[in-house]
């Protein structure tokens, strides 16, 4: 069972398309950790949240290639994060915005910039 947390990371962090592929056929065989492992090392993801995607695939959800599309299941997934990290953005606080994405989430810090970055540029205050 993965907390809402992982599952939430798992959902908003890009991992590429090979890996999901790879992966999902790795776990398809029994290889759950070889399959976790790719994904770890495509993405970054730390060990629960890797096993929160890896969870994903196998429900036959397809995870995120880009911020682009991170931000979209963000939306989709947690509006009202989005919702606070969009007025954070308008008051110029981008820190703030990251810190409160990583609390919220188990993203890494340099995941964290990126998806706010690409809400910054969605929002036009870049």
Known sequence: ????????????????????????????????????SRLRKDSGLGLHPATAALDLLLEGRVLPTSYEQALDALRDEYPELVGELTVLLHHDDRNGAIRLLRERTDMDLAGGYHLVETLTARLGTA
């Open 1 to 36: 069972m993965t907390t809402s947390k992982a599952r939430i990371t798992a959902l908003i962090t890009p991992v590429g398309r090979d890996a999901q592929d790879e992966a999902g056929a790795l776990a398809r065989e029994g290889r759950t950790s070889k399959a976790v």
